[in-house]
């Protein structure tokens, strides 16, 4: 959205007129709803949305405005959450050597699709330290190698702090983040992982897949949790495995996987797309 507006997201206990009382507050106030995504989950009885609102012809200010949703969210039990528009999420970057998911959010934060701030790039190896240097951002090597590990994250979180980091993503960083850390930055930590999950446990994923005669690969975007791979789930992305493939021709195919669906996920989430509901996230997409 180019011009100034909000986005609003919210759940609550499922309830007659839930649509019917947004819409009506928004247009008493002479706002203007341009997109209302909606999902009732009949299991638990909660409702969910994402709201767009152009706010340029509003009749009171807009920090006002959201003060005042306050006596009609209560009023349904829920939660909610508004972000100014237009704005850019603080992002650091983590990696260790392989480059294609970085680059594949440089460029499409350079691109204007990702409304993000990429603050810094942090490696635990130096490979990509040259990639940061072309695109005119920090570059921080942190040496996690042996009884250094403990101090190296301690020194990420120091750096996502200074930096007001407000997004961490793991593309492709070969490190496990110690559970207190996932605590802390918890709904703030997107990882790609090779595989379609739940799947190939390990190292050599694709050779493992190979093995296995596997017939669709694919890569997983979702939250970082302190259970291993375990968090909710943003987007996967997934490519047919054909009899003449060799492993090298699944390293290929899963590098356009996890590319493209991290590309998804990161935008889904900076874009207020997602609602962490439990052991998954509920998704908006655009």
């Keep these: 959205m180019a011009r100034p507006g909000l986005i609003l997201k ?7 007129g839930i649509v019917a009382k947004i819409a009506s507050y928004v247009a008493g106030h002479r706002g203007n709803l341009i997109e209302f995504a909606q999902f009732t989950d009949k299991l638990s009885l909660r409702f969910f949305a994402r ?5 340029g012809e509003l009749d009171v200010d807009p920090e006002d405005f959201i003060e005042g949703f306050g006596t009609l969210g209560r009023s349904m039990k829920a939660q909610w959450h508004f972000r100014r528009l237009p704005y850019k999420m603080r992002t650091a970057v983590l990696v260790t050597k392989t480059d294609h998911c970085l680059n ?8 204007g699709e990702l409304p993000v701030e990429i603050t ?3 490696g635990n190896r130096d490979t990509c330290r040259g990639i940061a240097g072309r695109a ?54 997107i990882n790609i992982h090779h595989s379609f999950l739940p799947a190939f446990i390990g190292a050599n994923p694709y050779k493992q897949a190979y093995e296995r005669g596997v017939k669709l690969i694919g890569a997983t975007c979702h939250y970082v949790t302190a ?5 909710p789930i943003i987007e996967q992305e997934v490519e047919r495995v054909q ?23 990161i935008r889904y989430h900076v874009h207020d797309r997602t609602i962490i509901d439990g052991h998954r996230a509920i998704v908006f997409p655009d």
């Design 51 to 55: 709201l767009e609102i152009e706010t």
């Design 104 to 111: 594949e959010i440089l460029w499409r934060a350079e691109i």
């Design 243 to 265: 009899h003449f493939h060799a492993p090298n021709d699944l390293v290929r195919l899963g590098r356009n996987c996890e590319r493209i669906a991290l590309a998804k996920g």
């Design 136 to 189: 005119g951002i920090p570059f921080h090597l942190i040496d996690m190698d042996g009884d250094k590990r403990s101090a190296g994250f301690t020194r990420i979180r120091e750096i996502l702090a200074e930096e007001k980091v407000e997004l961490a993503v793991l593309a492709r960083f070969m490190q496990i983040l110690p559970d207190d850390f996932c605590r802390d930055f918890e709904g703030r930590l």
């Design 227 to 231: 259970d291993l791979d375990a968090g």
């Design 10 to 16: 919210l759940s609550c206990p499922d309830q007659p």
């Design 120 to 122: 810094s790039i942090i």
